[in-house]
């Protein structure tokens, strides 16, 4: 236990030192004596680097492991809504099942690869997908293609969320009929904007930490007050700026 407290220990007070350390300064007490008085609580930097290759494997692990990410298109629009009622009352319950409004991403699709790239100070990330949708004047429609799409990232410090926001720049639909193009690629735009946005890229469980020193009687909380994203070529790097507070 000792052990584990010192090296607790010798963490933060590296954290501390890259700083500058504490700012103090003395006060003269009734019996002549000088304490030090804290002035300001040391804050910390740290970096995390993340490759390329950390994201793409863990999307194959989720296309591999888990069920494919899907969204449903019905509430993407009131438009959308009433196409979908109105469809409803033409065709039977399974037909319905069958041609559900919904989204499918997927890992590839006409030869594009949902993953994820950094380049020229920007997060690429292109995004396969596959769909159906019941029209009332087109009947069911399917279909697939991929949405080039650049990322941007949001630190949230109330939630200490760090989030990553899809923008759409151009989408791609393949095996469509052309009097649905126009239809289909807003509707994958607002499913993007509406259902996927926001992308929580690192929860508050990876930011923030309770480190208990026991031969201190308490706690100290290490709290993210800022994350400033670097990108570089392959990779992304994260300057989170901690400070220290005493936990409850």
């Not at 003395?26 to 490759?51: F, Y």
Request: aromatic letters at 6%; a neutral charge; hydrophobic letters at 45%.
């Amino acid at each position: 236990m000792l052990r584990r407290e010192l090296v607790m220990w010798v963490l933060v007070m590296v954290c501390a030192v890259s700083v500058g350390g504490v700012r103090t300064a003395d006060a003269q007490g009734e019996n002549g004596s000088r304490a030090r008085q804290v002035r300001a609580i040391p804050s910390a930097e740290v970096t995390i680097v993340l490759n390329e290759q950390f994201f793409n494997s863990f999307l194959d692990e989720v296309f591999t492991d888990l069920n494919a990410p899907s969204y449903k298109i019905a509430g993407a629009s009131e438009a959308l809504k009433k196409a979908t009622k109105a469809s409803a009352a033409h065709v039977s319950a399974a037909a319905q099942e069958e041609c559900a409004s919904v989204i499918v991403l997927e890992r590839e699709m006409d030869g594009v690869r949902t993953s994820v790239h950094f380049e020229n100070g920007r997060i690429v990330a292109p995004l396969a997908f596959r769909g159906t949708y019941g029209s009332t004047l087109l009947g069911c429609l399917k279909f697939q293609g991929w949405a080039d799409t650049v990322m941007t990232l949001e630190f949230d410090a109330a939630r200490q969320v760090l989030n990553a926001r899809v923008n759409v720049e151009n989408i791609h639909l393949s095996n469509v009929p052309k009097a649905a193009n126009g239809l289909l690629v807003g509707m994958v735009q607002k499913v993007i904007d509406m259902r996927i946005n926001p992308v929580e890229l690192i929860q508050s469980a990876q930011l923030s930490a309770r480190i208990p020193v026991a031969a201190a009687g308490g706690a100290l909380r290490l709290r993210a007050r800022e994350v400033r994203p670097e990108i570089t070529k392959g990779a992304l790097q994260l300057h989170i700026i901690y400070e220290f507070t005493r936990a409850e």
